[in-house]
């Protein structure tokens, strides 16, 4: 949808048929066989039915709250600054999130007066239609940048009404929104020009975005370390996993927002294949309020490297605010994905196995 959009505004501006057709026929050459292949594979050349479809849910908007809307906008807002390992890794401190909601904030309501001040006294001096023609006309740049960015932002919201909304789906519309910001700046800090405003907030923003890697990234993603031996305190387990891996124990820690979760893995031979850790907490109702599926040490190490007798600590930690409430405790499971049969392994040693291949640990509380 917004391929379209692009190309007729890009047709209105140029009023050229043959650049017109030059950027439809890069886009079919680009793209196009990707629509094609959705089509064949899934009878959709969007593919967005089978997308739902793996994820567990629907276009269907639910029913929602101020509570519900209040969790997934934060989550939008989170996952556009810089959420990472699928959602997972924050930047900390998290005052940096509040810091960009604030100059955000402060470019929308730049924006809402400067804008809405110039298209007033347009209407009012012309009239109506005059006025929105002569505005549209006076700030032709401004008018496509806001079109743009409300056709992301209606597109999305759509998204966000169904299935939640993680950032980088706002991605498109970023470009657009941050000239538009520095328009309301503009408006709000007229002695300070565009070139110091633009450099006052690029460069920190440079910066931190050079920071992240070695910040949060290396330290979340460094394979998890081999330990001699499970230290005391963590709830001992001796589940074992197709023969292969044991769960010698594991550990539940709150700290602030985030939910820590730490096991404790014995190869008991080298697995035959690269199987993923499956982690759950699963509601009342079966839904599942956390369902991540990875290599261990959120993957970063494959499990046919492992050697017979190694233990290795591998820490998950999860952002518990971006997860909507759970008033009612949650049952925390875990199992190995094995990728030759497309199925869990099994499970041997632990008494609690509900679902084939499911290691149930316990309830835990996060509300």
Do not use: C
């Amino acid at each position: 949808m917004l391929a379209v959009l692009a190309l007729l505004v890009l047709l209105a501006l140029s009023r050229r048929l043959d650049v017109f057709a030059l950027a439809a026929g890069l886009a079919a050459v680009l793209s196009g066989w990707w629509y094609i292949r959705n089509q064949i594979l899934y009878g959709d050349p969007l593919a967005l039915a089978s997308f739902m479809k793996m994820f567990g849910s629907s276009f269907e908007i639910p029913h929602l709250s101020l509570a519900s809307i209040r969790d997934l906008s934060r989550y939008t807002l989170f996952s556009t600054w810089g959420l990472f390992g699928w959602t997972s890794v924050l930047m900390q401190p998290t005052a940096i999130y509040s810091v960009f909601n604030l100059i955000a904030l402060l470019g929308a309501v730049g924006f809402v007066a400067g804008a809405g001040a110039a298209f007033f006294n347009a209407t009012r001096r012309e009239g109506p239609l005059p006025g929105v023609k002569t505005f549209s006309i006076a700030n032709r740049s401004l008018v496509i940048l806001l079109f743009w960015s409300g056709a992301v932002a209606a597109l999305r919201a759509r998204w966000f009404l169904a299935a939640g909304l993680q950032g980088r789906l706002l991605f498109p519309g970023l470009p657009a929104g941050v000239i538009l910001l520095v328009y309301g700046l503009r408006h709000l800090f007229p002695r300070v020009s565009a070139r110091a405003l633009t450099t006052t907030l690029g460069l920190p923003a440079l910066a931190l975005a050079v920071a992240v890697i070695p910040a949060y990234l290396f330290p979340a993603y460094s394979p998890p370390p081999i330990v001699k031996d499970v230290p005391p305190g963590p709830v001992p387990v001796g589940a074992i996993f197709g023969d292969d891996i044991e769960l010698r124990a594991y550990t539940i820690a709150r700290e602030g927002d985030q939910l820590r979760l730490t096991f404790y893995w014995e190869a008991l031979r080298t697995p035959p294949v690269d199987y993923t850790v499956a982690v759950r907490l699963v509601n009342p109702d079966g839904s599942f309020w956390l369902d991540y599926v990875n290599y261990p040490g959120m993957g970063t190490s494959l499990p046919t490297t492992w050697k017979p007798g190694e233990i290795r600590r591998d820490e998950y930690p999860f952002d518990v605010d971006r997860f909507p409430p759970a008033p009612e405790p949650l049952r925390l499971i875990v199992g190995y994905f094995d990728p030759r049969v497309r199925d869990m392994t099994a499970v041997s040693g632990w008494p609690d196995v509900r679902e084939p291949g499911w290691a149930t640990l316990q309830m835990v509380e996060v509300h």
